[in-house]
């Protein structure tokens, strides 16, 4: 990589990470909060992009990492008093993982539409689950619970405004953004990208492929968390809809949209998306979905690469 | 004495009962799943829009039904217009992506979805239209009455995959399809007209989902989020007998449906799907490419 190109991809993000965190002190309040959302489902829409884009699995079952991170999250909020910001990002991971965990080791055994297939039942396992296990999870009228303050134990607690959640939401985001880029961009994101290119061969030199994935799958599921605890965060209530596998389906529209194997695409995909939903929603209320599922069709079949799919090879340099 | 006690316990008459509704439940579904699996059996397509055929077939029945007031009439006009919509599902989203990753039909079909559910909702409402029995008749199965139609239901559904079966197998077009399912470049190099016989596969599998879903109305009501349910429940046939075998859809139908029939004496029927569930996260670690196709190593 020569190192003016270095410099523009760097130059590229400053000004976009920039404008972001300027953002919300020019926006209404509505438009704020409709950023950080947009931000929160990119962030869920890049950790399956891991998965889609760079190893070539098609993960259908995003859904319960994000649900058990929103689960957890809510989990956490509920039983500490007063409700405390960082058990919330622990339970929320370590559920979150744990989904992960359990659905990699048996999902990774199947290839292409086979993963594909039971990473969707896997996420309706877990649905299924919150949705009938009343006691615990609220069942079908979910959890609502209070927002933490944002609290240093020692230092300092504030409650959030709009804008410092933004701008918290915004640096676990582009934290996040990094360490996938470095994943990616390491030894071993090397060997993911291996795996998506030539399963067979990567086997073959001596790569155990398995492994791999179920890491891979693994790392994918923790993001996803990530990203589901941040929500419980901003919207403050869980509720068995984001488990259910039409979530899934719609991270797989964000990443196909913005184009796959890019790690911004994805918040990209988000974001055009659910400008989309808005802008569709005012005139057809709910029935949103028939047009935007129009596009997504159209831009499956002639545009496979997603908005940013031009840029592909300049972003993974 | 245990086992005596034990005997005692299992409600035999229930299991019965149970039994019934099992199989009953599983020939729909080996329809359902049938289809699905003709489809990715020949063509390489994960149909995620299954579910919705079946939807749309029922309502075309509920709509042909309230106008003519003929049971089986709207069993056919539903099958050959969904079978038509299917036709031109294919033509205009699928063909273009022929030779494409199988993946981004799995993309394609899932948009199809989503606006086939939206439209069902816009067009016909969220409140369930009821599918009127054709006949009402029952029998005593201990001390219910059991009605005729569901067992009517069972056979049709056994005598339509038959038919499928013979017509793959005999049929001059059935043999054009299994060329193609061989080698699609041979078969084309013989003759054989190939986008067409894919776009014909696309229609008899839609058909064959909006055939069952007339036959399942009258059991539920019918409304535009049912196929979601049936779509799921199919996708677990098809993993658990093995992707593309005719045979081992029909066989796991049965068996899923009978587990969860016996699972919901004790348990709650939204909590007997984890059955199937669990039979399908076995059949990954031992057999995960179906339970009746050999495991390649």
């Known amino acids: 990589m020569t190192a003016r190109r270095r410099i523009g991809y760097w130059m590229g993000f400053s000004v976009v990470l920039a404008l972001l965190i300027a953002a919300p002190l020019v926006l209404p309040a509505f438009w704020r909060s409709f950023l950080t959302e947009i931000l929160i489902w990119g962030l869920l829409a890049m950790s399956s992009d891991l998965l889609i884009g760079y190893t070539g699995m098609v993960s259908f079952g995003h859904s319960a990492f994000f649900g058990l991170g929103i689960y957890g999250a809510a989990a956490a909020l509920l039983w500490t008093s007063p409700p405390n910001l960082w058990m919330a990002f622990l339970f929320g991971l370590v559920a979150a993982a744990a989904v992960a965990a359990f659905v990699a080791y048996f999902s990774t055994r199947l290839r292409d539409i086979y993963f594909a297939i039971t990473t969707l039942i896997f996420s309706?396992?877990?649905?299924?689950?919150?949705?009938?296990?009343?006691?615990?999870?609220?069942?079908?009228?979910?959890?609502?619970?209070?927002?933490?303050?944002?609290?240093v134990p020692g230092l300092f607690s504030v409650p959030f405004t709009s804008e410092t959640l933004h701008w918290f939401v915004l640096a676990v985001v582009t934290l996040s953004y990094l360490v996938l880029r470095r994943i990616t961009r390491s030894p071993f994101g090397m060997v993911l990208q291996s795996i998506r290119e030539n399963e067979a061969r990567t086997r073959a030199i001596?790569?155990?492929?398995?492994?791999?994935?179920?890491?891979?799958v693994m790392l994918s599921g923790l993001f996803a968390g990530l990203a589901g605890v941040l929500y419980a965060i901003q919207n403050r209530f869980a509720a068995p809809d984001f488990v259910f596998f039409l979530v899934s389906g719609e991270v797989v529209i964000f990443n196909v949209m913005g184009g796959i194997g890019t790690l911004v695409g994805p918040i990209v995909g988000a974001a055009f998306f659910l400008l989309l939903r808005e802008g569709f929603s005012r005139f057809f209320t709910e029935y949103y979905l028939i047009p935007v599922g129009l596009i997504f069709i159209a831009m499956v079949i002639f545009m496979p690469q997603g908005l940013l799919g031009f840029m592909r090879r300049s972003?993974?340099? | 004495m245990a086992i005596d006690q034990l005997l005692q316990a299992i409600p035999l008459d229930q299991l019965l009962i149970q039994t019934v509704n099992g199989i009953v439940a599983g020939m729909i579904l080996a329809l359902v799943a049938s289809g699905l699996t003709l489809i990715f059996g020949i063509m390489d397509v994960v149909n995620f829009a299954h579910g919705e055929l079946f939807m749309l077939g029922a309502y075309v029945g509920v709509i042909v039904l309230t106008a003519t007031g003929n049971f089986w009439l709207a069993l056919v006009v539903a099958t050959l217009v969904i079978a038509l919509l299917g036709a031109g599902i294919h033509v205009i989203a699928l063909r273009p992506l022929l030779g494409r990753d199988p993946l981004t039909t799995i993309l394609a079909t899932?948009?199809?979805?989503?606006?086939?559910?939206?439209?069902?909702?816009?067009?016909?409402?969220?409140?369930?239209?009821?599918?009127?029995?054709p006949f009402s008749g029952y029998f005593t199965l201990f001390y219910l009455d059991y009605p005729w139609y569901r067992l009517v239901i069972a056979l049709l559904s056994a005598a339509i995959i038959g038919a499928l079966w013979l017509f793959l197998k005999f049929g001059t077009y059935g043999i054009w399809i299994r060329a193609t399912t061989q080698d699609r470049v041979m078969a084309q190099a013989m003759g054989i007209p190939v986008p067409q016989v894919l776009t014909a596969v696309f229609a008899i599998g839609a058909g064959m989902a909006a055939a069952s879903g007339v036959l399942f109305g009258p059991l539920v009501g019918v409304n535009h989020a049912m196929g979601v349910d049936w779509v799921l429940k199919a996708f677990i046939v098809v993993v658990v007998g093995g992707m593309g075998n005719l045979g081992g859809s029909i066989a796991a139908s049965i068996f899923i449906s009978l587990l969860e029939s016996y699972a919901s004496i004790w348990v709650s029927p939204a909590q007997a799907v984890i059955f199937s569930f669990v039979v399908l996260i076995l059949t990954l670690l031992f057999r995960p490419t179906g339970l009746f196709v050999p495991t390649p190593k």
């Open chain 1, 124 to 151: 309706q396992i877990f649905y299924v689950i919150i949705f009938t296990w009343t006691e615990l999870t609220g069942g079908e009228n979910g959890l609502t619970f209070r927002r933490p303050a944002l609290a």
């Open chain 1, 206 to 216: 001596g790569y155990p492929v398995e492994r791999y994935k179920i890491v891979a």
């Open chain 1, 315 to 317: 972003l993974n340099r």
């Open chain 2, 110 to 133: 899932f948009g199809i979805s989503l606006v086939l559910q939206n439209y069902a909702l816009w067009q016909f409402g969220p409140v369930a239209r009821k599918i009127q029995e």
